[in-house]
C-alpha cells in the first residue's frame, strides 16, 4: 500500500476509550500501534479495576447503559491517575516516532482523555470525518472483523477504527 505524500508519519496510534458519560472520566483505553504499512507493532488495554463499582456514582441512565453495553474486563489500573500514569508509560516508545494519532469521534471522550493527560495530539485523526468526506454517513454501523468483537471493548474498538483508516486511506490515494 502507498501512502499519500503528505503521510510521513512512522507510527499510526488508534486510540479507543471508555467513560463514565461523553463528558466522565476514562476507565478503559485501548490501542493499536502500527508502522506506516500498517504492520501492528503494538496493541494493549488498560481497564481500572473497580469501574462497575465507580459507575455508580454516576447518571443512574450512564450507569445503566455501562452495566448492560461494556462487556466484562479485566482490570489492571486502581484509579484513573494509575490509567493515565500506565497508558504514559506503555506508549513512550511508539510516540519516540513521528506519530498520529487516530480515533473514531474523538469529541468529547477521547479529546477529553488526551487532556487529562495533558497531551494535545496534533493532528488528531477522526476516522467518522473521513468517512463523510467521502460521502459515507460517518455514524453507520459497520461491520466488524473476528478480532473486533465484544463492542464497546476499547482494544477491539481501536482494532476497528485502525482497519477502516487504512481502508479509507486506500480511498485517498
Not at 125 to 142: I, N, Q
Request: hydrophobic share 40%.
Amino acid at each position: 500500500m502507498s501512502l499519500p505524500k503528505w503521510f510521513t508519519y512512522e507510527r499510526i496510534i488508534s486510540v479507543d476509550v471508555e467513560s463514565f458519560g461523553l463528558h466522565g472520566e476514562p476507565f478503559a483505553v485501548g490501542w493499536v500501534a502500527c508502522d506506516k504499512n500498517f504492520d501492528c507493532v503494538e496493541e494493549g488495554i488498560l481497564v481500572r479495576s473497580r469501574w462497575i463499582e465507580d459507575a455508580s456514582f454516576i447518571e443512574p441512565d450512564d450507569a445503566k447503559w455501562l452495566r448492560e453495553n461494556i462487556p466484562p474486563m479485566r482490570g489492571d489500573c486502581e484509579t484513573k491517575q494509575d490509567l493515565l500514569k500506565k497508558f504514559d508509560e506503555r506508549t513512550k516508545s511508539l510516540r519516540a516516532f513521528p506519530h498520529v494519532f487516530i480515533a473514531d469521534c474523538p469529541v468529547p471522550v477521547e479529546a477529553r482523555f488526551f487532556a487529562r493527560m495533558g497531551w494535545a495530539p496534533y493532528p488528531l485523526l477522526d476516522v467518522a470525518s473521513m468517512y463523510a468526506g467521502r460521502g459515507f454517513d460517518p455514524l453507520e454501523t459497520r461491520l466488524r472483523g473476528a478480532d473486533e468483537y465484544p463492542l464497546h471493548n476499547p482494544l477491539c474498538d481501536a482494532r476497528q477504527t485502525m482497519r477502516q483508516f487504512k481502508e479509507l486511506m486506500d480511498l485517498f490515494r
